[in-house]
């Protein structure tokens, strides 16, 4: 076995691992210090995602790459492994991408306690790389847990009697969906004495019928919590409406995308969807994510805090995307990979928007928004465009990937399904215009910004004190704009990344196959 | 009524669960070892690998070193997360602190508990206990100084700042010796073979020991400020 193997798998995980005590330290140092480290560390990290992506071009494209770490003495029986095929390089673009800007949108939005929330903000980069990276169950467990003790302090920034109720709500409803997660592991080991999820693909038939049952349903459990699926979602709003606006980003823009990675590699690469489907699991999961996704929908059309709206929204969005799956076809995987990347731009943009336009208000109700489309006339407009991307405007990103979803609906003749998506969109326009139309009304004349060729000329120092944020903000949404037109340019990697969902065999033939 | 029925469905379900898990686990198979054999390659090769003679050690820093890493860093996080939740300003207000006697006593005492954590932590590899357990008993003389000598003594002793810096420098150590493993033995973490001596002596089995010297740092300094930060909340309520 090759000593060098691969070892920038390693960087990924240990770069922002490595930097978060870094952080403290140069914090005691000079401040200015710190802040340079910081965007350095952010940067380097998506360099190297980057970098692999087209270093590796060919064999992306061919679909045959393949990246592997193992940690053993020759021949020994324990290995912990990483390894990185499409679907992970996929998600691990998309993420780093996303953490990237939201750190460069943390500069000039956090305020106080800086270096702790950089240090726990990098920690849970690292978490997150490793959960998406790992081959090993045990230490995908770790990094589950890793995400949520991490984030948790993270919710509870604002130290307001609000914020510690919904973090420790946040962080029994983790901890409880990780004892579940640990549960099905334990079972695992027991059962085929090993902990590699590749062993456990091809060990698993072997097991008797009641036990696979448990497995999978502690497994469901598990990611459902986290997930926020219907009857366990009330943590959910609490939770990403409490926190400063880039941690919402990351709650709701990106770890919910990387729970449905987990979900992915543990019932397609691992446990093979026809369990589900053989136990009638699979349907009876769709409906829960369909009924989860109206309700997260209509929830939303009454809410009157703006960010607890948000996060409404994202069960709505994520529901839907949890039912499209199950389908188990390639259309439906298209629409949900698109619609990953979709999501992930369009909420972290929306709450990074809501970050920057109530950065002076006392509170997130609605209220505060009366006027704010007069006053911050460039960043509300680019708001309202995330808005129609999340309703499914068409010339944008969401439009595409809605589509893609609707369309595989109906060849599955899934006509229950279909109705949601559309009703969904449906509803999310009502529940925009409530808020929009509110920004947009009249008040007295001093509260207007002056003229739009001041607006314009703001624009210009893009990257100084408070207008560094809303660059942010126009960054996703010319990323969704962008993309809305270009969507094919996404075609490669989601079509690449669904061969690996449909083949788990591959995967399996080279982890093992060293 | 309400409350009641209430009560008696939750019960109903528990039991039912309880029925349910019975079953299910009744159908485990017996143990019979595990698949491969990890342990029986742990027990025949572990001493000659790693050269630690305490075999969970070895697990621990070594053959899993990467898990422990995770599991270290989930502590550092969870410190950074206490003290960013709970800390305050101001100086905390001090207790008076215990009778002259146990103040006494625990002078005289306090040199031979710091040299307990030392052994505890630097024979790790070659009796039972490591960094985890002899960080507890290092962070016992800072909390015992809080209660027999009041909090504000301790502050002054050892600042906030001081544990900090010593966890950061445990948590670096750690990843240091990891990222010297890639670049002496190709592997991350890898035990440092330059290191390896005679087995039993207390500078064998590789980078084991300065492994658990880091972690030995870490989790004192991580214990020692959670309960820091904790003391600092109770005093600022009673007031």
């Known amino acids: 076995m090759m000593s060098w193997m691969n070892i920038e798998l390693n960087l990924l995980i240990l770069l922002p691992a490595f930097s978060a005590p870094i952080i403290l330290i140069l914090d005691r140092i000079n401040e200015k210090l710190r802040k340079i480290f910081v965007i350095l560390s952010a940067s380097l990290s998506l360099y190297f995602v980057t970098a692999l992506f087209f270093a590796n071009f060919t064999d992306i494209k061919k679909g045959s790459f393949f990246l592997q770490y193992t940690f053993d003495y020759f021949g020994g029986p324990f290995i912990i492994n990483f390894s990185m095929d499409n679907l992970s390089l996929f998600f691990s673009l998309l993420i780093s991408m996303a953490v990237f800007l939201i750190i460069i949108y943390s500069t000039s939005y956090i305020k106080y306690n800086k270096a702790k929330y950089y240090a726990l903000f990098f920690l849970v980069a690292a978490s997150i790389q490793g959960s998406v990276l790992t081959a090993d169950l045990f230490t995908m467990y770790l990094f589950i ?117 987990i979900f992915m590699r543990i019932f397609w690469t691992m446990i093979s969807f026809d369990y589900l489907i053989e136990l009638h699991i699979s349907t009876f999961i769709m409906d829960l994510a369909l009924v989860s996704s109206l309700l997260g929908h209509i929830f939303a059309l009454q809410e009157d805090d703006f960010k607890k709206m948000l996060a409404y929204s994202s069960i709505g969005h994520i529901g839907m995307i949890l039912a499209v799956l199950m389908l188990n076809n390639q259309a439906a995987f298209y629409g949900a990979m698109l619609h990953i990347a979709a999501h992930l731009m369009m909420k972290s943009g929306l709450f990074l928007s809501s970050g920057y336009l109530l950065r002076t208000a006392g509170s997130h109700h609605i209220d505060e928004l009366e006027g704010i489309g007069h006053k911050n006339r460039i960043t509300f407009g680019a708001f309202v465009i995330i808005c129609l991307g999340t309703i499914g405007m068409p010339p944008l990103l969401g439009f595409v990937s809605k589509w893609y979803i609707l369309l595989a609906f109906l060849k599955g003749k899934h006509f229950f399904a279909a109705l949601v998506t559309v009703l969904g969109s449906l509803i999310a326009l009502f529940y925009y215009l409530r808020y929009i139309s509110k920004a947009y009304a009249e008040v007295s004349p001093e509260l207007k910004s002056a003229s739009w060729s001041a607006d314009f000329a703001e624009l210009l120092h893009f990257l100084k004190g408070d207008q560094l944020m809303s660059t942010i903000v126009y960054v996703f949404t010319l990323l969704i704009i962008f993309f809305g037109f270009s969507f094919q340019y996404f075609d490669m990697p989601v079509n690449t990344a669904i061969i690996e969902l449909l083949n788990p065999q591959k995967y399996i033939d080279l982890v093992l196959g060293g | 009524m309400h409350k009641n029925f209430k009560n008696i469905t939750a019960v109903v379900v528990f039991i039912l669960m309880g029925i349910a898990f019975y079953e299910n686990f009744q159908l485990m198979p017996a143990y019979k070892g595990l698949g491969e054999g990890v342990s029986d390659y742990i ?79 630097t024979h790790g590899h070659l009796t039972p206990g490591g960094g985890f357990q002899g960080g507890v008993i290092f962070a016992a003389i800072s909390i015992i100084f809080s209660i027999v000598y009041g909090s504000a003594f301790d502050y002054r002793r050892y600042s906030p700042q001081m544990k900090t810096a010593f966890e950061t420098v445990g948590a670096l150590t750690f990843l240091g010796l990891g990222i010297a493993g890639i670049f002496m033995e190709g592997y991350f973490l890898h035990n440092l073979g330059f290191l390896t001596a005679e087995t039993g002596t207390l500078i064998s089995a590789g980078s084991i020991p300065y492994i658990n010297m880091g972690v030995g740092l870490k989790v004192g300094a991580g214990l020692a400020i959670i309960f820091y930060s904790m003391i600092q909340k109770t005093f600022k309520e009673e007031i």
């Open chain 1, 145 to 261: 847990e890793g995400i949520t003790v991490f984030t948790t302090p993270l919710i509870s920034f604002k130290k307001t009697e609000k914020t510690t109720e919904a973090a420790m709500q946040y962080l029994y409803y983790g901890i409880i969906g990780g004892v579940f997660f640990f549960i099905s592991i334990i079972l695992i080991y027991f059962n085929l004495g090993t902990l590699k999820i590749a062993e456990t693909a091809l060990g698993f038939s072997e097991i008797s019928g009641p036990m696979q049952l448990t497995i999978i349903i502690f497994f469901l459990l598990s990611l459902i919590i986290k997930l926020g699926i219907f009857p366990i979602h009330f943590w959910l709003p609490k939770a990403h409406s409490a926190c400063p606006a880039p941690v919402s980003a990351l709650l709701s823009g990106v770890l919910l995308k990387v729970y449905l990675y």
């Open chain 2, 43 to 121: 027990i025949r090769s572990g001493l000659s690998e790693t050269g630690s003679l305490n075999l969970i050690t070895a697990v621990l820093y070594d053959y899993r070193a990467f898990d422990s890493l995770g599991e270290s860093t989930v502590i550092f996080g969870a410190v950074s997360g206490i003290v960013l939740i709970l800390s305050r300003k101001m100086l905390p207000v001090s207790s008076r602190g215990l009778s002259f006697i146990v103040k006494r006593t625990l002078g005289i005492i306090t040199p031979f508990i710091a040299l307990f954590s030392i052994y505890v932590i």
